[in-house]
């Protein structure tokens, strides 16, 4: 029964606490020391060719093609999409390089304490049905290299329903695949670098090698013709807006956590690389991912883009091994890097005292590999879609607030302590920022009854739900000018300060207990702070 008591999984507090006890921050939410900060120029671009040569990029891209776009509608979408994720990603990104601290403590600056706990649950939540998603894709490379092994592995009787969209072997690769990304992640933040940089040597050249293929199977001339455009007028307007919305979607959520990494790393400079990488790295794989489902189109007679599906038609069974390998190796470090790492960093802000960064990623593994049902999402192209879709309804307002917030409002002069101080200066009104709860109030509700018709078609809403088709846009551009608007108008005086403030002076332990802690919370933790700014 001891195994079952909450204070038998306390962790057990560090002398480096930041907090003013440990009831609010455990070692791997505190600032990372010098030692730690391991991050360079260059472990950022291969991050980011880590993340870039992912199969969501490529699905998403050849997506386009099944529901109407041609290439040609398609990349400029992809592109412009991604130079917009790129600037709030440098733009956020920058607070964790300089603060050295992860999103949900950063995000306590501009939503107030307990507010910020919206945005950190909200990315708990889509973090996990990223991991299913993406554990679901890796359950198909499985099945492909078993496939090229062992040609009786399609031969396997299937016991589950038609309905099920999910097969008695497809299940069994699915729980394979779970074992084998489980051991990454219980390696530390630091060190899984190396996996990123494994993989952007790896995965670019094995989908070059696909790329190539596809040329000499079927000439780029006649497999990129514009004969899948079949829109025009506002059904083609909608629908490229759309695609847009989803090509923000796709890596909106690093636009907002990704402090989670940029908090490791060397020099601030060392994030500047990714305003130019984002773009390039994606907008080439959506071209990759265009390009070969255009020429499978030409081959077999279907826009097959799931490309797992067109490795499936391959008779080269040693090819379609090392392909369905690639796309392996791309799905573990993309799940490591954006799903089970950000979960597990929100995760330590909500229960520090029971959770950590390995915690937290066996949380994920748990909840979000199998309550989500993964396979249901990824059914078909325009299910996938809006899916993608339905992230931008709350990343788009918690990017701008962040960054009109540390940027425009602040000036990027914040009190770093403050931060895991529920009683500091960003406490705000009972530790809300009414200005931030006005501004997704205004830029999150209008465009929920366009995500309700998109997901299901037989609700009726007439141009409304074209709301749903901006959604990132719409929720960015609005949530920022109110917020930046009530803040000029009735600005919170407690939280502004000449200069930014890193460091700290202990004082005598406060004489009242306001906060609502136990005697217990007080011995075991921190005593209150002042700052001064001096650097860690």
Known sequence: MDFLRPSRWALEPEESTFAPTSRWSNKDMDPVPPNQRTWTTWNFVAYWVSDATNTAVWELASSMLAVGLSWRQAIPAIAVGHVIIAICTVLNGLQGARLHVAFPVINRASFGFWLSYFPVVSRVVLAMFWFGIQTYVGSECIYQMLKAIWPSTARIPNHLAADANITTSGMMCYFLYWLLQFPFMLVSPQKIRFLFIAKSIVVPFAWLAIFIWSLVKV?????????????SGSAFSWAWLNSLNSALGIYATLSVNIPDF????????????????IPILFTFVGFLGIAVTAAGEVLYGETLWDPLKLIDRWDNRAAAFFGAFSFLLATIGTNISANSLSAANDMTALFPRYINIRRGQIICAILGGWALCPWEILASAPGFLTFMSGYTIFLGPFAAIMIVDYWIIHRCAVDLPAMYDPHGRYSYWKGINWRALVALLVSVPPT????????????TLGPVRHMFDIAWLYGFFTAGVFYWGLSAMFPAKETFIPAVILDRDVLPTRASSTDGETDDEKKDGKVSVSVKPEGL
Do not use: F
């Open 219 to 231: 000439p780029t001339a006649l497999s990129l013709e514009p004969k899948h455009s079949q829109l």
């Open 448 to 459: 929920i009854p366009g995500l309700a018709a998109a997901i299901n078609a037989s609700i």
């Open 262 to 277: 940029t908090r490791y790393a060397k020099t601030e400079s060392a994030t500047y690389v990714q305003l130019i990488i």
